[in-house]
T-cell receptor, first 111, second 113 residues
Framework: ELKVEQNPLFLSMQEGKNYTIYCNYSTTSDRLYWYRQDPGKSLESLFV?????AVKQEGRLMASLDTKARLSTLHITAAVHDLSATYFCAVDIGGSEKLVFGKGTKLTVNP | EAQVTQNPRYLITVTGKKLTVTCSQN?????MSWYRQDPGLGLRQIYYSMNVEVTDKGDVPEGYKVSRKEKRNFPLILESPSPNQTSLYFC????????????FGSGTRLTVV
């Protein structure tokens, strides 16, 4: 059974600081997704990571994937209030579209 | 506008009364799936479909049915809803197994009393 663990589940940080969210998964997978969800809203796709060593960046967010360690990271650089949201990673069971989500990291960026 | 449309957005129903939540996408996507989101449990996949007439169970399929008779539509059917199916439901679609994520609908908040 594929398990996906995110750490931390809650993160409160100051504007301008850096931090990293971790996503560990338990079995081999073809791809890893990162999504953002604002309160009361739907999910927005941020990144899709397809191979070992993949790194993608968008603005102040950078995601990376280490398939050997079964670990993905979402790094936040110089946080701003607009980044406050819940971030989810999701992993598929290889060869299928059966997706398992982490429980999410609720990020609050304080002025 | 490219989107995934779910209806209704809100629904309150009684135990045992069959209901259908519709999902339609206008992006010619191959893949579609349904999730439920519950506090403390995150999102859990109910069913997914990789093509017309091809559906498969996700992690929590019990009490739900789906069908994929047309590419654009993927309705979620609750034949006999129970209070433990009270949840926020999301439909999502994707072009396929490439470097793109899923597009999610706006969600359906279902309450079963």
């Amino acid at each position: 059974e594929l398990k996906v663990e995110q750490n931390p589940l809650f993160l409160s940080m100051q504007e301008g600081k850096n931090y990293t969210i971790y996503c560990n998964y338990s079995t081999t997978s073809d791809r890893l997704y990162w999504y953002r969800q604002d309160p009361g809203k739907s999910l927005e796709s941020l990144f899709v990571l397809l191979s070992n060593g993949a790194v993608k960046q968008e603005g102040r967010l950078m995601a990376s994937l280490d398939t050997k360690a079964r670990l993905s990271t979402l790094h936040i650089t110089a946080a701003v209030h607009d980044l406050s949201a819940t971030y989810f990673c999701a992993v598929d069971i290889g060869g299928s579209e059966k997706l398992v989500f982490g429980k999410g990291t609720k990020l609050t960026v304080n002025p | 506008e490219a989107q995934v449309t779910q209806n209704p957005r809100y629904l309150i129903t009684v135990t045992g009364k069959k209901l259908t939540v519709t999902c339609s996408q206008n992006m010619n996507h191959e893949y579609m799936s349904w999730y439920r989101q519950d506090p403390g449990l995150g999102l859990r996949q109910i069913y997914y479909s990789m093509n017309v007439e091809v559906t498969d169970k996700g992690d929590v399929p019990e009490g739900y049915k789906v069908s994929r008779k047309e590419k654009r539509n993927f309705p979620l059917i609750l034949e006999s809803p129970s209070p433990n199916q009270t949840s926020l439901y999301f439909c999502a679609s994707s072009l396929g197994r490439g470097p793109w994520g899923y597009t999610f609908g706006s969600g359906t908040r279902l309450t079963v009393v």
